[in-house]
T-cell receptor, first 113, second 117 residues
């Protein structure tokens, strides 16, 4: 009964380092999403994938790249980390790209020094 | 584009007292509305949603929210809170009609509810 699994749960990086956050879902969902959560700002969409083979920018895509590796997995990459990217990152999935509720992972807490 | 405003960043409340969390939204198109709850160190969980039909929607754990189109609001209420309701609550919207290009939720800033014994 895993749902959406994110790895790692915590990470500390130095400015300029690169890193890939991993996300996998076992619910056979078509759509997947990456958000960042910052205090007082709620969650903001970074990138999403409406279906396997497609990705699109969200509200705050700068500094990030994504890969929809297959139907289960959707990764988020920081090529050159900056302190402004210190945040909690959440992956989510939904059955389809419409009004279906999104299911969230437990988050990755990322600190960039 | 859509925007969501949650007017209270924190709401302290005593156990068994009622609570109301306010949510107002702005959108040029009709929207679907959601409330999500986030318990400490966890991801978000769907609490309830309004898609169509009755403007009053209820969750299984005693929360209810009412969609008011004229006031563009979707306030969340519970008549009697428990310690276990301590969490952060997020209001969110997504535009309708259905779009093939994605179900892009826009979230409010969140309201932290602290239930005191």
């Amino acid at each position: 009964n895993a749902g959406v699994t994110q790895t790692p749960k915590f990470q500390v990086l130095k400015t300029g380092q690169s890193m890939t956050l991993q996300c996998a879902q076992d619910m056979n969902h078509n759509s997947m999403y990456w958000y960042r959560q910052d205090p007082g700002m709620g969650l903001r969409l970074i990138y999403y994938s409406a279906s396997e083979g497609t990705t699109d920018k969200g509200e705050v895509p700068n500094g990030y790249n994504v890969s929809r590796l297959n139907k289960r997995e959707f990764s988020l990459r920081l090529e050159s980390a900056a302190p402004s990217q210190t945040s909690v990152y959440f992956c989510a999935s939904s059955e389809t790209a419409d009004n279906q509720p999104q299911h969230f992972g437990d988050g990755t807490r990322l600190s960039i020094l | 584009a859509q925007s969501v405003t949650q007017l209270d960043s924190q709401v302290p409340v005593f156990e068994e007292a009622p609570v109301e969390l306010r949510c107002n939204y702005s959108s040029s198109v009709s929207v679907y509305l959601f409330w999500y709850v986030q318990y400490p160190n966890q991801g978000l969980q769907l609490l309830l949603k309004y898609l169509s039909g009755s403007t009053l929607v209820e969750s299984i754990n005693g929360f209810e929210a009412e969609f008011n189109k004229s006031q563009t609001s979707f306030h969340l209420r519970k008549p009697s809170v428990h310690i276990s309701d301590t969490a952060e609550y997020f209001c969110a919207v997504t535009p309708r009609p259905l779009r093939a290009a994605g179900n892009k939720l826009t979230f409010g800033g969140g309201t932290r509810v602290l239930v005191k014994p």
